[in-house]
């Protein structure tokens, strides 16, 4: 079973705006990946974030990880109608399972 | 970036007959590939691992006799669904990564959309 949650399930902006979406997970991690679907497509890789980071920024991606609180954020700046997409927190545990949140479902509106 | 190819991108069949499908690793050779079932709107529900000369390593609930994978060679991994029903019908989708990247960053085929009358 998945045992990352995400937050909002889904999420609607206006072109310009942030979008922020949270993540949460239940035991020990070695990374936290974000990953992001267009529809009827695979995944592709955004960004890594290891257990001992707490924030790292790839272009208008922002993600954080609190080990505390168990849990994620990816914020997107600026956001772009091409930016619609479910986007997908995916956890690296001890013992090499990756394991993947609900995902939210981003619509940018132009 | 490493390239994973799948194939068919969707594919319609009739309840009973199996269905292949084929997950290729373009520019690199992978040890281990993944096979995920998502249903609309939902996650990723890692099925097996392929591993490459071995026998896959299928999740808890995924019946192996059902969804058979092979993984013959270091670029190819297959899915194959034997006696399909309607139930079966989701979209497949495998993934893959150099052996020495694989924890830090999957590449994804584009998934198969498997219907079954």
């Known amino acids: 079973s998945q045992q990352g949650e995400e937050d909002p399930q889904a999420l609607s902006i206006q072109e310009g705006e942030n979008a922020t979406m949270n993540c949460s997970y239940k035991?020990?991690?070695?990374?936290l990946q974000w990953y992001r679907q267009n529809s009827g497509r695979g995944l592709v890789h955004l960004i890594l974030?290891?257990?001992?980071?707490r924030e790292k920024h790839s272009g208008r991606l922002r993600v954080t990880l609190d080990t505390s609180k168990k849990s994620s954020s990816l914020l997107i700046t600026a956001s772009r109608a091409a930016d619609t997409a479910s986007y997908f927190c995916?956890?690296?545990?001890?013992?090499?399972?990756?394991?993947f949140g609900e995902g939210t479902q981003l619509t940018v509106n132009p | 970036g490493a390239v994973v190819s799948q194939h068919p991108s969707r594919v319609i069949c009739k309840s009973g007959t199996s269905v292949k499908i084929e997950c290729r690793s373009l520019?690199?050779?992978?040890?281990?590939m993944f096979w995920y079932r998502q249903f609309p709107k939902q996650s990723l529900m890692l099925m097996a691992t392929?591993?490459?000369?071995?026998?896959?390593?299928?999740e808890q609930g995924v019946e192996k006799d059902k969804f058979l994978i092979n993984h013959a060679s270091l670029t190819l991994s297959t899915l194959t669904v034997t006696s399909a029903h309607p139930e079966d019908s989701s979209f497949y989708i495998c993934?893959?990564?150099?052996?020495?990247?694989?924890?830090?960053?999957?590449?994804f085929g584009s998934g198969t959309q498997l219907s079954v009358l």
């Open positions: 993934s893959a990564s150099p052996w020495t990247s694989w924890r830090e960053k999957l590449f």
């Open positions: 035991t020990s991690i070695n990374n």
């Open positions: 974030i290891r257990s001992n980071e």
């Open positions: 995916a956890a690296l545990r001890s013992g090499s399972r990756l394991t």
């Open positions: 520019d690199f050779q992978a040890t281990t």
């Open positions: 392929s591993n490459e000369g071995s026998k896959a390593t299928y």
